[in-house]
């Protein structure tokens, strides 16, 4: 079971940020950074991750400082805006083993470019 209780340096979104395992990167700055998903869902699927030790979003709820919280935020926005999705866009962050989440470092997926169909599978 993934353990996102205790955050793990050597996940691979930390290695990432690190630059020690290459991604495609599509927006940056001093609080977020955001790479294209090597596993597309669809047609634009971008992860976006905070530049700070958070290991889901529980743990960022309740220990990002407020300003980190709001630039994290508005720098979601300042990607959508930047990749002009006027049709609109699905933001899904996944928590724990029931969420399906993967990589224990907060991540919103970022998913556009059609419709995206239904909320979840069955
Ligand atoms: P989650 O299941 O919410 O933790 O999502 C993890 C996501 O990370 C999945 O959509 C994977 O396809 C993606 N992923 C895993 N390794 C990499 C990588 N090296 N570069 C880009 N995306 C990755």
Do not use: W
């Not at 699927?45 to 979003?57: A, D, E, R």
């Amino acid at each position: 079971m993934i353990d996102i209780s205790n955050y793990n340096n050597e996940n691979i979104f930390a290695k990432i940020l690190r630059h020690e395992i290459p991604s495609k990167k599509v927006f940056e700055n001093e609080f977020v950074y955001a790479f294209e998903d090597i596993n597309p869902q669809a047609p634009i699927h971008i992860l976006i991750i905070p530049k700070k030790p958070f290991c889901s979003f529980t743990d960022f709820s309740k220990k990002a400082n407020a300003k980190f919280m709001k630039e994290f935020i508005r720098s979601i926005n300042l990607i959508v805006e930047e990749l002009d999705l006027k049709e609109g866009y699905r933001l899904i962050t996944n928590i724990g083993n029931y969420g399906g989440q993967e990589v224990p470092h907060f991540h919103f997926h970022l998913l556009s470019g059609k419709k995206i169909g239904k909320m979840v599978s069955t």
